[in-house]
């Protein structure tokens, strides 16, 4: 088993920034990888970003490229989400996920079988 908790998550003002992060625990060998997800009220959730855990390699959705950076502490088991240039529409709950399956399409929620309580993330324009 794995456990996940997050925490940074807050209010800000358009053009703001957080960083988010997810403590792991538990039998963090048997995960490959790592994302962050959000959804919002009366949407799906959706990937925003993943990381494989074993060479760090990442990818990041089309909608937060070049303002979102996900990285990992591997010593810490930590996962962040630098999120800078915020936006309203990034107004939602985000989640940490971890998965213990290699070949998955990372930003698809079903091959991940951990998740945190999620963080609420606010901005307002």
Request: charged residues 20%; contains cysteine.
């Amino acid at each position: 088993q794995v456990q996940l908790v997050e925490s940074g998550g807050g209010s800000v003002q358009t053009g703001g920034s957080l960083r988010l992060s997810c403590a792991a625990s538990g039998y963090t060998d048997s995960t490959y990888w790592m994302a962050w997800f959000r959804q919002a009220p009366g949407k799906e959730r959706e990937g925003v970003a993943a990381i494989y855990t074993r060479d760090s390699n990442t990818y990041t959705a089309t909608s937060v490229k070049g303002r979102f950076t996900i990285s990992q502490d591997t010593a810490k088991k930590t996962l962040f989400l630098q999120m800078n240039s915020l936006k309203p529409e990034d107004t939602a709950t985000y989640y940490c996920a971890a998965s213990s399956s290699r070949a998955i399409v990372p930003t698809r929620t079903e091959r991940y079988n951990y998740w945190g309580q999620g963080t609420q993330v606010t901005v307002s324009s």
